[in-house]
């Protein structure tokens, strides 16, 4: 199997469920609470991880109980935490996460020790080969920029996720860029139409003009567009029944980082991060929902081709 190196956050999620999400300055009855690992970096180490890459998480957290658990649970699934530096009298990221009956949900993320990763770490993690380093932009902008510039073969892939519009004056340093339709929408400048087929793969080709070799667009229930200079293709997503799509996103990121890092094209890698996704989305929790390797090489010879 590849390695990958993921750069980015690990956190706590406290979910709450309720029949619909708040609106602005509404208090709603809930009707659940649980406690789950999180972060979109340690997410996508896990799914990662499951889907069957050797895994590096450069990462940071607290020395408070939050941190200790985290490190704990992600040395117990296989990855390597040997660089998710621990920072003293700093606490660790939280996210509150409200999820409605639909499965739809509302975060705020407190980053903590997260925004401490710095290039230093990175310098550091990089000394070992990998095929694939896997970044996103809930750490801070010199960890990602470090990772861009490092004298390595690996792929590097950026998840533009949450936006940041520093990342635009490095995309040229980007394999593949990989959005959700906001984040495509904020690279482009443009909204992105993503009930219109020919629209999403558009943007998807459009995307590239601003520097990285490939882009992906994931559009949730609709699949997700890939572009190279090849060509575009739409690779649809399978229709399952949504219980909390927390996570779906990183699910997609980390397993399509594992299927590059073991020698996928990169439509073989998006058509596995789809089937992936759509896995994740039937199980509550981010971490809980990442899918084994069995489960989305059964998925995808089921999946009809398209």
Known sequence: MGSVVVIGSSNTDLVSSAQRLPRAGETVRGESFAIYAGGKGANQAVAARRAGADVRL?????????????????????????????????????AQICVDAQGENQIVVVPGANDLVDA??????????CSVISMLLETSMEAIVAALRADSS?????????????????????????CNEFEAGDVLGRQVDVTDADATKRAAQDLLRHGPKAAVITIGAGGAAAADESGVRLIAAPKVKVVDTTGAGDCFCGVFAAWLADGASLHEATAAGVIAGSLAVTVAGAQPSMPHRSAIESAL????PT
Do not use: C
């Open 154 to 178: 690996a792929t590097k892939v950026v998840n533009a996720a949450p936006y940041d519009d520093r990342i635009m004056e490095h995309l040229k340093l980007v394999d593949v860029l990989i």
């Open 120 to 129: 230093d770490l990175v310098h550091a993690a990089l000394a070992t080969d």
């Open 58 to 94: 450069v990462s940071a957290a607290g020395d408070d109980d939050y941190g200790k658990a985290r490190r704990r649970e992600l040395r117990d699934e296989g990855i390597d935490v040997e660089f998710m530096a621990e920072h003293k009298g700093t606490t660790s990221g939280v």
């Open 301 to 304: 010879a089921d999946q009809a």
